[in-house]
């Protein structure tokens, strides 16, 4: 089974459209259309895998559902596409910032939406590889476990904000355009705009704290994981 996908919306009709469509992929379908249902459904075992989340609900926005979601330990794992008629950068942006890992503008194809659903599990999903806690400084990465320490304290990222920090860790000391951070990092390259690296960058330095400073902007390029550690006597900026 190709995993539980819980569909959010109050329009009826696109909520069958996309629950057809989502089942002959192969996927699990619960719905709801209010946010306060959906909270109750993520909360429900066996978890989703991943929700599809209307902006505008009738009794909670989305973007409060996303941040409930993101701030509950039993459903912050889980992958969060927000659905809107809402074109403007602005509501990207702050989709983004609280928490989803993709934004689909309404009119979409079904079919749009299942590519959007199968590349955002992909990056949740992947594929488990052996490999050494890896330490840099006050950081510290578990890529197998998918989890980040900064100064002893565990640190919760999302799915996409894990892959993000371990593409660049993993890359220390080159730079990464912006470009290949969503070719590698989000998959759909041609999907979403450069600015969405950015947004997910800075909301991963807030969370990495006193390691948020690794990460380097290179102005006209894109983004470095710092060579090594500042202070460790090595010379690198």
Not at 13 to 27: N, P
Not at 110 to 133: G, H, I, K, Y
Not at 143 to 161: N, S
Not at 199 to 216: S, W
Request: charged share 30%; glycine share 8%.
């Amino acid at each position: 089974m190709s995993g539980i996908i819980l569909i959010v919306d109050d329009e009826q009709e696109l909520v069958q459209t996309l629950a057809w469509s989502a089942r002959r992929e192969g996927y699990q379908v619960r719905t709801a259309s209010t946010g306060t249902e959906a909270l109750a459904q993520a909360r429900l075992e066996p978890r989703p895998d991943l929700v599809v989340l209307d902006l505008m609900l009738p009794d909670l926005p989305g973007t409060e559902v996303c941040r409930q979601l993101r701030s509950d330990p039993a459903t912050r794992e889980v992958a969060i596409i927000m659905v809107t008629a809402r074109a403007e950068e602005i509501d990207r942006v702050v989709g983004f910032e609280v928490g989803a890992d993709d934004y689909v503008t309404k009119p979409f194809s079904p079919r749009e939406l299942m590519l959007r659903v199968r590349a955002v599990l992909r990056r949740a999903r992947p594929a488990p590889t052996p490999t050494d806690t890896l330490s840099f400084g006050v950081l510290r990465v578990d890529e197998a476990a998918h989890q980040c320490w900064v100064e002893g304290e565990e640190i919760p990222l999302t799915a996409l904000e894990f892959k993000l920090l371990s593409f660049l860790i993993t890359r220390r000391g080159r730079v990464q355009s912006r470009e290949v951070l969503l070719d590698e990092v989000w998959g759909i390259a041609a999907a979403i705009t450069t600015r969405t690296v950015d947004t997910h960058v800075k909301r991963l330095r807030q969370k990495l704290g006193a390691a948020g400073n690794y990460i380097e902007t290179r102005r006209g390029f894109g983004y470095r994981f710092r060579a090594s550690p500042p202070g460790d006597g090595s010379g690198a900026d």
